[in-house]
């Protein structure tokens, strides 16, 4: 007989590229939360991180949904969906309040205002609000204050990041949870998910940049004094590196993806100068053989841009000096072997692998880089328990109202 679920019960829902994956986390009393479940289909109706073809999206998320109930014995009423795209983006914004009667102390009520004032947003039209993150209030231009409330002042300001992403192409993901008799309890960015489940507190704190590398999207995260600082993606992930490949070595798509996982690098190194692997024939066509080296510079072209276009956009942001934890890969293409090589040449950092142990209960086939974000989004709904298990019901406001309906601060 299966359980009903108990309000303790959270699941994470990432509509992958590659894999559709739910994630059954449990909390229990003292806080500690259990994965108690994991179910993963192929994914055929997604590219670049969105819905290409929804029924087969919908019927995929039917499977690994149906999985993750069977191990975890209950039944799933709702889900934390996990969205990207590069139609998704991150900006800061500051919120301001002139405190009417000179020096006072900050009230609630003050708190609650500057709030309301940073999220009066100019979003373009067909914009919507994912996040709005409190980073941190200012009080008469001293920054870096997290307690605002009973100091006195006669300015309040708050600085937010804010994540926001295109109206019509959020509502997708959920109505097809919506089509399977799911709630959605909260739409959240693939790459907060992720920077949730990789980063400790300490990491935060020092400062880190978390880069999910998937199929068909890369999302990266920064955090800087524990908060999060900036947030971006980019519609580039493996599924071009194996196009490349395919292109390059003119083998097909199956074969460059195979070649990839099997012989891939990020890096050339000399030993493999010169070498060669035969490709075992297919039917009707002579033997062949590849170029190792020709292979890992097409492989260690791409990866290279693609940090080489993170890069970039960070230094516009200037925090690339303030990543004292480094780099923290995660996603299914850190696992291509020289990556962390060469993300610390790119930023000039120290660059890991993102480990999902800071849950425990971990089914062990979870504890790959791949459900950093499946799992991530558990721990954001165990975050989010009270407040969201009070208002639930955002894909039926979606439904009726299409505007600022995704705050989550
Ligand atoms: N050992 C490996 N070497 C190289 N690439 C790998 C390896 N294992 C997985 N990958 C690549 O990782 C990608 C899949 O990663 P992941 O599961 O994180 O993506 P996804 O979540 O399905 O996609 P997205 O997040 O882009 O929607 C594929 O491109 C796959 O080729
Ligand atoms: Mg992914």
Request: glycine letters at 12%.
């Amino acid at each position: 007989m299966m359980l009903k679920p108990s309000h303790h019960v959270i699941v994470g829902l990432e509509i992958g590229t590659t894999k559709i994956c739910a994630v059954v986390g449990r909390l229990q009393a003292e806080g500690v939360l259990n994965v108690v479940g994991v179910g993963q289909c192929r994914s055929r109706g997604v590219r670049k991180g969105e819905i290409v073809d929804f029924k087969a999206a919908t019927e995929d998320i039917r499977r690994a949904l149906a999985e993750a109930e069977d191990m975890a014995n209950l039944e799933i009423k709702s889900v934390f969906l996990g969205v990207t795209g590069a139609h998704v983006a991150g900006f800061n914004n500051r919120g301001r309040v002139h405190l009417p009667h000179g020096e006072r102390e900050i009230t609630e009520s003050d708190v609650q205002e500057v709030v309301r004032n940073a999220r009066t947003l100019n979003l373009p039209a067909g914009r919507d609000v994912l996040h709005l993150i409190r980073q941190h209030f200012i009080v008469d231009g001293r920054s870096g204050v997290t307690k605002p409330v009973e100091m006195e002042g006669e300015q309040l300001e708050l600085d937010v990041h804010v994540v926001h992403g295109m109206t019509s192409r959020l509502q997708l993901p959920i109505k097809a949870a919506r089509s399977l008799q799911i709630d959605v309890e909260e739409v959240v960015f693939n790459g907060i998910a992720s920077s949730l489940a990789v980063l400790s507190n300490q990491e935060k704190d020092l400062g880190a940049l978390v880069i999910d590398l998937g199929a068909g999207v890369t999302e990266y995260a920064v955090y800087s004094e524990r908060v999060v600082k900036h947030t971006g993606v980019i519609a580039v992930g493996g599924d071009h590196v194996t196009n490349d490949l395919a292109y390059g070595l003119k083998v097909p798509m199956s074969r460059a993806e195979a070649l990839k996982i099997e012989h891939g690098s990020a890096l050339m190194a000399p030993e493999v100068r010169g070498r060669t692997l035969r490709l075992p024939s297919e039917t009707g066509l002579p033997d062949r053989t590849v170029n190792l080296e020709h292979l890992h510079r097409i492989m260690s072209l791409r990866l290279e841009e693609t940090f080489q276009i993170i890069a970039e956009d960070l230094e516009r942001t200037g925090l690339l000096d303030y990543l004292r934890a480094g780099v923290v890969l995660c996603g299914g293409g850190s696992r291509v072997p020289g990556i962390h090589r060469l993300a610390e040449r790119v930023f000039g950092l120290p660059a890991s692998t993102g480990r999902t142990r800071a849950i425990s209960g971990l089914v062990a086939t979870l504890d790959q880089p791949e459900f950093a974000t499946g799992i991530g989004l558990v721990r954001f709904g165990s975050f989010h328990l009270g407040r969201t298990r009070r208002n639930t019901g955002l894909a039926s406001r979606i439904a009726r109202t299409l505007g600022g309906i995704f705050q989550t601060s």
